[in-house]
């Protein structure tokens, strides 16, 4: 429960963490990662990931993405600040590629010492730019292996603040109850406190296993303490993160295809109508092969990760794809190649309309011929 006592709490200090921020892209239609992962077989580090910690067996990758070390590289900020940070890409078949950087938190900081690095690193064209680079020669490397290579600008990004000891081992509710928690999450660096309805709202979305563990989630970072070390609730906060980049990208992608299919079905109104062949034919045609490529992507990524049980990873997945709005942007998509299935069925049915029309005008035809052959036999 959120209390007056928050402002007299001792700080929340930092044995052991490190911050792993995302930059997430979209390369193609399809990465064939076995292919990749041949192209690739002197890169350092390179290995299929999966999930280790109990209750992993309640999700599975469907296809285990492939990871590639990066090495270590300086980077300094717009604010000045130098950070020296691991690099890590991953790359999943349905051709999201993340970069991730990870630094660690020096021990014996605050989490309130945390605030500016964390305002500035969530949206940070630096880290983003320095992505995109890693992301093209990582593409050059693997050319061979993307299927439907495409350049598209979007992103998404991440960031997890990842801690495997804060100081005295606090209590689950004194860092729930902590306001710079919220603050950390949202990145509110300012001296002003988030009202409690903000804090409130952040913190929906709290989970732990242990009573030494914690997963406290929101929409673009995320709060994971975890004493173990394991990896997998930052690991499925990434996917769902590639899972959303890609339902973006399909939604804008149907945008473009629904105003196509608009233009070309008034182009191809306006065309003179031929007698043996309808205008909508061959658009009929492309629109049920685009129709069937989309609905093979959307389900390649709706497919990537099986869940089968209730466990506590599990639940951490589902409340991320709540707090990413990934079942709105899912309607929306569906909902679209709704209105392309309806388009082609539209189109289906003036192609069967003229065929008929036509058979039926050959049946006249050769009533008529065989009216004339019998008026000229007698």
């Known amino acids: 429960m959120l209390g007056p006592r928050d402002a007299t709490d ?3 200090v930092v044995e052991e963490g ?35 910690r109990e209750g992993a067996q309640c999700l599975e990758f469907s296809v285990p ?22 690099l890590m890409a991953r790359l999943y078949d349905y051709a999201a590629v993340s970069i991730v950087f990870e630094w660690s938190i020096p021990s014996g900081t605050s989490l309130d010492e945390l605030l500016p690095l964390c305002d500035e690193i969530y949206e940070s064209p630096v880290l983003e730019d320095a992505a995109r680079a890693e992301v093209g020669l ?16 979007g992103v998404e ?66 709060f994971v303490l975890e004493p173990s070390g ?17 339902l973006r990208y399909y939604d804008g992608l149907l945008d473009l295809e629904l105003a196509r299919i608009y233009d070309d079905f008034d182009s191809a109104r ?61 309607a929306s998509v569906d909902g679209k190649q709704a209105l392309v299935a309806q388009a082609y069925n ?3 049915g003036e192609v069967d309309i003229r065929r008929s029309t036509l058979l039926e005008v050959i049946v006249i035809v050769l009533i008529l011929l065989e009216l004339v052959a019998a008026v000229r036999g007698k």
């Open 10 to 12: 001792p700080p929340l």
């Open 18 to 52: 490190c911050i792993l921020a995302y930059r997430i892209f979209d390369v193609g239609d399809e990465i064939r990662l076995e292919a990749a992962e041949k192209l690739l077989e002197d890169a350092p580090g390179r290995k299929r990931a999966k999930l280790t």
């Open 65 to 86: 993405p492939l990871d590639i070390a990066l090495g270590r590289k300086t980077f300094t900020l717009g604010s000045g600040r130098t950070i020296e940070a691991e």
């Open 138 to 153: 990582l593409g050059e490397r693997i050319h061979a292996a993307i299927q439907g290579r495409h350049a598209w600008n």
């Open 157 to 222: 990004t991440y960031t997890v603040v990842f801690i495997r000891a804060l100081a005295g081992n606090p209590p689950r509710d004194r860092i729930t109850d902590s306001p710079v928690v919220a603050k950390l999450l949202l990145g509110e660096a300012g001296p002003k406190s988030l009202s409690l309805d903000a804090r409130r709202d952040v913190l929906k979305h709290a989970h732990s296993y242990f009573e030494d563990d914690l997963a406290i989630i929101d929409w673009n970072s995320a």
């Open 230 to 246: 394991s990896r997998d609730i930052p690991d499925i906060l990434e996917f769902g993160t590639s899972q959303l980049l890609e």
């Open 270 to 330: 306006r065309q003179r109508r031929a007698v043996f062949r309808s205008p909508y034919e061959k658009l009929a045609r492309g629109v049920l092969r685009r129709l069937v490529e989309l609905t093979e992507f959307t389900e390649r990524v709706d497919n990537a990760l099986k869940v089968v049980g209730d466990f506590y990873l599990a639940r951490v997945y589902q409340s991320a794809v709540r707090r990413f709005r990934i079942q709105s942007w899912q």
């Open 346 to 348: 539209l189109l289906k």
